[in-house]
């Protein structure tokens, strides 16, 4: 069964002590960030950090966030990871159009994952989420997006949640992961969040700490209940007497055998 990724956590380029701790953290992907955790005086070393880490495999799967494609840096960050056997994939922040995922594509031939960020590339969604093959994903980049939006309450994001969620799934691309929860101590809160992000349909989320993986990986994996319910569909829908409903009178279609399936997938990682 395909391993889906449940955590995906960031840690700041130019702090090499911090990366190897999270190498070994329990992250599905730990993706160094060159961007926001950087400041623009020690872009360079971060680089050149990064880069050298990446000379050589990781145990874990690891991205690197450039710096935005319209800025002064980004350049210098794609050439300096192009082929480095080290790096699994490239997170593009800020994209606003399908050109600038293409412009990525011919520096680099990792994957790509695209970070949206602004009313213009939520309005652009489905036209980046099909700009490339090199592009596997999507994703929302939230603090900016709720500073460009001026919006106040949680709430106010939903639409662009679900509108980033559609395109991604009308793109062939796997569900997108949550934003980052920023605040590392409030565990309750982001336990809650994540569980608002998974009816809304995401699969997923980043974090910024170690001690946010178990609780988003717990938020994400289906409870016994739903494994149990799953079970009880692919037994039904595989049975020869042709029965086209569960006993307690729910009826089972294709989409509620693919939902079952993709249940006992994530269940498998437990």
């Not at 980046?128 to 596997?136: E, M, N, S, V």
């Not at 929860?181 to 809650?192: E, K, M, S, T, V």
């Not at 009826?251 to 693919?258: E, H, N, P, S």
Request: some cysteine; glycine content about 8%; proline content about 8%.
């Amino acid at each position: 069964m395909t391993r889906f990724p449940l955590t995906w956590l960031y840690v700041p380029g130019d702090r090499p002590h911090v990366v190897a701790k999270a190498l070994v953290a329990g992250a599905d992907v730990v993706v160094v960030d060159l961007e926001d955790a950087v400041a623009p005086d020690r872009k360079e070393y971060a680089r050149a950090a990064t880069a050298e880490l990446l000379t050589e495999p990781q145990p874990v799967p690891v991205h690197v966030r450039v710096n935005a494609l319209d800025g002064a840096w980004a350049d210098a960050d794609l050439h300096a990871l192009a082929g480095l056997p080290g790096l699994s994939g490239v997170r593009l922040p800020k994209v606003t159009a399908p050109g600038e995922v293409r412009q990525a594509a011919v520096a680099t031939p990792v994957p790509l994952y695209a970070l949206l960020e602004s009313a213009l590339g939520i309005e652009h969604a489905y036209a980046i989420a099909t700009a490339h093959p090199a592009l596997r994903g999507i994703a929302l980049g939230e603090a900016d997006l709720r500073a460009d939006l001026g919006v106040r309450a949680d709430a106010g994001l939903d639409w662009p949640r679900s509108r980033v969620i559609v395109a991604a799934r009308a793109a062939g691309l796997a569900p997108p992961s949550q934003t980052v929860y920023p605040d590392i101590r409030d565990l309750d809160g982001l336990a809650a969040s994540c569980a608002h992000g998974r009816a809304l349909g995401f699969l997923g989320r980043a974090a910024i700490h170690p001690r946010q993986l178990p609780v988003i990986e717990r938020a994400y994996l289906p409870t016994e209940a739903e494994t149990e319910h799953a079970e009880t569909v692919i037994k039904a829908a595989s049975a020869n007497e042709g029965a086209q409903a569960l006993p307690d009178g729910r009826f089972i279609d294709a989409a509620v055998v693919a939902m079952a399936r993709r249940t006992l997938s994530l269940a498998a990682r437990s």
